[in-house]
T-cell receptor, first 118, second 113 residues
Framework: DTAVSQTPKYLVTQMGNDKSIKCEQN?????MYWYKQDSKKFLKIMFS???????INETVPNRFSPKSPDKAHLNLHINSLELGDSAVYFC?????????????????FGPGTRLTVT | GQQVMQIPQYQHVQEGEDFTTYCNSS?????IQWYKQRPGGHPVFLIQ?????EVKKQKRLTFQFGEAKKNSSLHITATQTTDVGTYFC?????????????FGTGTRLTIIP
């Protein structure tokens, strides 16, 4: 029973192509995220969705478009791929909002999709 | 967004030695979380700290939150080969809980057997 799953695990494609990465979570969480991890291991949030609505959109090129058909799924479509898009993309999910005493909720990450653009 | 700095960036230790990574923020944190990422793996939640001066332990791991809530540390006693990986701290967005986590730069730990 995988909590957060992503497909594909590896994606090799040429510059200029369009590709999609899919993410599903079976944890009943309301919030899902996309992160990009570059070759130096920096982990940066790209998007966050809560109950199918976009709530965080960091400075990501318009070529990246997330789509959430329901709160268990968050897909990422990338148009006109560039060399600099090569990275590992992680999907994650969590409960929403603030916990007791100002605490947050832990995030559960998917296994990642390693995208290589040639 | 505001960065969360971690030091050191890399740490190589002999198996059995201790290891510490530090996380520093220029602003007061509402909470801080710690994650571990094994080589080739994904980040896995370890713990969350919320209170000023809080100390939490998980077996050989000790997590501390500074009194001013601007820094945090993770200390591993007597490292083992299973401790290999990159350790990230992550700060929650102010007033937002954790809808936005800003991850630190990470500390990559390697163990010399």
């Amino acid at each position: 029973d995988t909590a957060v799953s992503q497909t594909p695990k590896y994606l090799v494609t040429q510059m200029g192509n369009d590709k999609s990465i899919k993410c599903e979570q079976n944890l009943g969480h309301d919030t899902m995220y996309w992160y990009k991890q570059d070759s130096k291991k920096f982990l940066k949030i790209m998007f966050s969705y809560n109950n199918k609505e976009l709530i965080i959109n960091e400075t990501v090129p318009n070529r990246f478009s997330p789509k959430s058909p329901d709160k268990a799924h968050l897909n990422l479509h990338i148009n006109s791929l560039e060399l600099g898009d090569s990275a590992v993309y992680f999907c994650a999910s969590s409960h929403e909002g603030v916990g007791r005493g100002g605490s947050g909720y832990e995030q559960y990450f998917g296994p990642g999709t390693r995208l290589t653009v040639t | 967004g505001q960065q969360v700095m971690q030091i050191p960036q890399y740490q190589h230790v002999q198996e059995g030695e201790d290891f510490t990574t530090y996380c520093n923020s220029s602003t007061t944190l509402s909470n801080i979380q710690w994650y571990k990422q094994r080589p080739g793996g994904h980040p896995v939640f370890l713990i969350q700290l919320v209170k000023s001066g809080e100390v939490k332990k998980q077996k050989r791991l000790t997590f501390q939150f500074g009194e001013a809530k601007k820094n945090s540390s993770l200390h591993i006693t007597a490292t083992q080969t299973t401790d290999v990986g990159t350790y990230f701290c992550a700060k929650g967005g102010a007033n937002f809980g954790n809808e936005k986590l800003t991850f630190g730069t990470g500390t990559r730990l390697t163990i010399i057997p």
